[in-house]
Structure formats: C-alpha cells, structure tokens
C-alpha cells in the first residue's frame, strides 16, 4: 500500500526502515533520498513507524 503518492513510499518500506532503527518521519523521508511534498503523509508515516515499533516491543 502506497503512503506516500507525492514519493511512491510504500509501507513495507517504512517497516523495513523502522526494523532498522529510523524513529521519526523525517528520517524516512531522508534514508529514502526524498522530500515531503505536500506533507499529508507525515503523520501516517510517523504513526506506522510507532506501530512498527509498538510491535516489536509486544513481541519481544
């Protein structure tokens, strides 16, 4: 699923950079070499990194 129309950032790719240690949505859109364009994604980007986290905490 796309998260990101602006940069074609998918979810996947915001879990893999989040079991890599990316904490913040800044940080995605860096690692990725990207810009946030209109910005509408920035929150979800935030949120799926807290619920990647989140569910590696409660595995663990």
Do not use: F, P, W
């Not at 950032?9 to 940080?27: P, T, Y």
């Not at 990207?34 to 663990?60: F, I, K």
Request: aromatic letters at 4%; charged letters at 25%.
């Amino acid at each position: 699923m796309y998260v990101c129309v602006c940069n074609a950032i998918k979810n996947s790719e915001i879990q893999d950079l989040a079991n890599r240690g990316v904490r913040r949505a800044a940080d995605v859109y860096a690692a990725l070499e990207v810009n946030r364009n209109c910005a509408n994604c920035a929150e979800y980007v935030q949120e799926a990194l807290d619920d990647c986290r989140s569910d590696h905490t409660q595995s663990a």
